[in-house]
């Protein structure tokens, strides 16, 4: 837990940074730094551990009317769990296109995937943990065994011995 953490923690006390490109629409750096810094913490967390526990971390993003703009824009981004979370793939090219849970399908405009260490399409990237997850389960055998072995052992027990004959 406690390494998981550290190395979260400079990601997360470094700020970011937008900018704009030539030709951007007036108000787009607001636009976007409205939205996304005050979801930033929140995103940065989950994806990081999503993705060193499972290589990737799915998301349902959530929309809202601004009010003062009338405009649609993302409200909320909702982390959802790996283990019930199915990425979709577009059969013509690879293509992210989506999740599915159970019966649900989130269609790319709502869908948000995060992934660290993917190999050609296969989205689901290669979770960090994997690469200690060898070592971790080697000590904690030998640990097992340690234990095991220190419960067998015997107290010390005296052996006297009389030598053959009468004593008083």
Known sequence: SLARELVVAPLLSAPWSIETKDGAPDGAKEFIDGIF???RIHLLR??????????????EKVFKVDPIT?????GKIKPLLQDKTKILIYIANGAFAGFKQDDLIMELPESLLVNIDVEGTYWYGEPKMKTVETAYTNWNHCNDAAVRYDRKLAGAHWVIHYPLGKTK
């Open 46 to 59: 989950s994806s990081l551990f999503g993705c060193i526990d499972f290589g990737f971390q799915p998301y």
């Open 70 to 74: 009338k405009q649609m824009t993302v």
């Open 37 to 39: 810094q005050p979801l």
